[in-house]
């Protein structure tokens, strides 16, 4: 939850430590807004800059925690987008949720070349979180198949002859 206190809208900042790490790695974060962000937080008048940045959400997370995720799955039921796999006889598993937003921020940081940045912004302490978050998608797939020759235009890999590699010759 945000706190008027951890936004620096001369700055252009958030000053945020991460509740799951803060004991392993107490230190602050200080991620940059986003123009949109800045935009709408300029809008709130200077006297309402105080306690929680969004205080009815604020409440309804302290209430009941699951409020948040409701409200999200109906944002994505409104979009069309389908949450639960109903499988016959079973009972309906979810597929998209909240959680679903940090899949999508990391995979778009990795994806926009900056995967080195998704440890330091999502909070993780290793790579192996990095991982879970951003398995191979498929823009990246598509990268890296295009890189390969195209053996029906004649290009051809020769192999180097100190072993190290092959080049391409076409």
Not at 74 to 99: C, M, S, W, Y
Not at 139 to 155: F, M, N, S
Request: net charge positive; proline share 6%.
């Amino acid at each position: 939850l945000l706190d008027w206190g951890q936004a620096d809208l001369f700055k252009q900042t958030i000053t945020i430590v991460h509740r799951k790490t803060k004991k392993k790695n107490p230190e602050p974060k200080i991620i940059p807004m986003s123009r949109a962000l800045l935009g709408e937080l300029f809008q709130i008048p200077e006297k309402n800059r105080r306690g929680y940045v969004l205080p009815s959400i604020a409440e309804r997370y302290k209430k009941d925690t699951s409020n948040l995720s409701s409200s999200i799955q109906l944002v994505f039921i409104k979009n069309g987008i389908q949450t639960q796999l109903k499988e016959d006889g079973k009972r309906a598993r979810p597929i998209v949720g909240f959680h679903s937003l940090r899949h999508f921020f990391a995979t778009f940081i990795k994806e926009h070349g900056q995967e080195g940045q998704s440890e330091y912004l999502c909070g993780w302490t290793n790579y192996t979180m990095s991982a879970h978050y951003n398995p191979p998608r498929q823009i990246a797939l598509r990268k890296t198949i295009d890189a390969l020759p195209d053996l029906t235009k004649g290009e051809i890999i020769k192999p180097q002859p100190n072993g190290s590699g092959a080049i391409l010759d076409g």
